[in-house]
């Protein structure tokens, strides 16, 4: 598609089940993000893969979260055990990136995570 | 570490009246910077980025805004707001040959008619 593609759109899910969330970036695009936004918090960074190198995790808030980007293309983001906290949106955005340059991010819609 | 403060939670403006976001960063060098903006049920969508050079950077929808190193600062402006406008900013910093972009809480703008 022509833009950044993130599946589901919404999901509700109960206290302690597994989610998968899926990112679909711009073709092309060798990096991707994923952050995740909750109200009031603005957007916070969780996860960053470039090419083949190694992924920044740094901003993983704890070991229940993980990603995997399979071919240098589609991404997916699991969270384990999900707690209530876990509620929020959750962006993925690509780019153009060469090492280097800091460049546009294109944003997806977002996958709207409820945990009840 | 890169950091991005954003002053204002929620901001009321009339429609034709200016606007300015203010956005204040900390970074010991010269960071890049974006504006982005986010509409009721859209994605981000980016208005303007400055990387060098002239300090005053126009954006789209007639966004412009200015890079002051010496108050460490990248406030938006927009001359006469429109009710189009009315939406959530982000300010952000990145490093030249860092990784993640680190974005400020966001600004929600109201346009009052």
């Known amino acids: 598609g022509a833009g950044v593609s993130q599946s589901p759109s919404n999901k509700v899910t109960e206290k302690g089940k597994d989610v998968e969330l899926r990112c679909d970036p711009i073709?092309?695009?060798?990096?991707l993000y994923w952050y995740r936004q909750s109200l009031g918090q603005g957007l916070e960074f969780l996860i960053y893969?470039?090419?083949?190198?190694?992924?920044?995790k740094s901003g993983l808030p704890s070991d229940r979260f993980s990603a995997e980007r399979t071919g240098g293309s589609v991404s997916t983001l699991t969270i384990q055990r999900t707690q209530q906290e876990d509620s929020a949106v959750y962006l993925c955005?690509?780019?153009?990136?060469?090492?280097?340059?800091?460049?546009?991010?294109?944003f997806g819609e977002g996958s709207r995570l409820t945990v009840l | 570490a890169q950091s991005v403060t954003q002053p204002d939670i929620h901001i009321t403006v009339s429609e034709g009246a200016s606007l300015e976001l203010r956005c204040n960063y900390s970074?010991?060098?010269?960071?890049?910077l974006f504006w982005y903006v986010q509409s009721p049920g859209q994605g981000l969508q980016l208005l303007l980025k400055?990387?060098?050079?002239?300090?005053l950077v126009q954006g789209i929808k007639g966004f412009e805004a200015e890079f002051k190193r010496s108050q460490s600062s990248f406030n938006l402006r927009k001359p006469s707001v429109h009710w189009s406008d009315a939406a959530e900013y982000f300010c952000?910093?990145?490093?030249?040959?860092?990784?993640?972009?680190?974005f400020g809480k966001g600004t929600t703008l109201s346009v009052s008619s």
């Open positions: 952000a910093v990145g490093e030249p040959a860092g990784t993640a972009l680190i």
């Open positions: 400055y990387f060098s050079g002239d300090t």
């Open positions: 970074y010991g060098a010269t960071p890049y």
């Open positions: 073709s092309g695009h060798t990096a």
């Open positions: 893969f470039q090419g083949n190198s190694a992924p920044d």
């Open positions: 955005a690509s780019s153009p990136r060469t090492s280097g340059h800091t460049g546009e991010l294109f």
